[in-house]
């Protein structure tokens, strides 16, 4: 867990605490959001490991969560994960392991129809033939 939540966890739980204990503490939640929001600005504004949180400090962070809900909604509401346009999720999700340096590749077959028309394939020969024996294309 990231060290900022377990701060912002352990701020807000103290700070629960001594607001069900006095209502003056009320006032304290009200500046320390502020200060918190900052803070977290500056972590953001400063780290090195997400280029857009670092450019967008605070607002970064709901693509982290929209990316984190998008399977979620994904599954039951939208499409499946061939169908987008101009670049489904599958090639996507290629494309965001490869720029990690992460294996971009999955086991256990595939989500695409090759029954389908129009899909294309090459199958490996048992009893290859003699290159000598094929013919020039014209």
């Known amino acids: 867990m990231k060290l900022w939540l377990i701060i912002?966890?352990?701020?807000?739980?103290v700070l629960g605490g001594l607001l069900a204990f006095q209502?003056?503490?009320f006032w304290s939640l009200v500046l320390l959001i502020p200060i918190g929001?900052?803070?977290?600005?500056?972590?953001?504004f400063t780290q090195n490991e997400s280029a857009v949180r670092r450019n967008f400090?605070?607002?970064?962070?709901f693509r982290d969560v929209a990316a984190w809900m998008r399977p979620k909604i994904h599954q039951y509401f939208v499409e499946s994960d061939t169908e987008g346009r101009p670049f489904d999720k599958t090639q996507r999700d290629i494309v965001y392991h490869r720029a990690d340096k992460t294996e971009d590749t999955s086991a256990f077959g595939t989500?695409?129809?090759v029954y389908e028309e129009g899909y294309e394939w090459m199958n490996h020969s048992i009893a290859p033939i003699d290159y000598r024996n094929i013919e020039e294309p014209r």
């Open 8 to 13: 912002l966890i352990i701020g807000f739980t």
């Open 23 to 25: 209502v003056h503490w």
């Open 37 to 44: 929001l900052i803070s977290l600005w500056l972590y953001d």
């Open 57 to 61: 400090p605070l607002v970064g962070r």
């Open 111 to 113: 989500l695409l129809d």
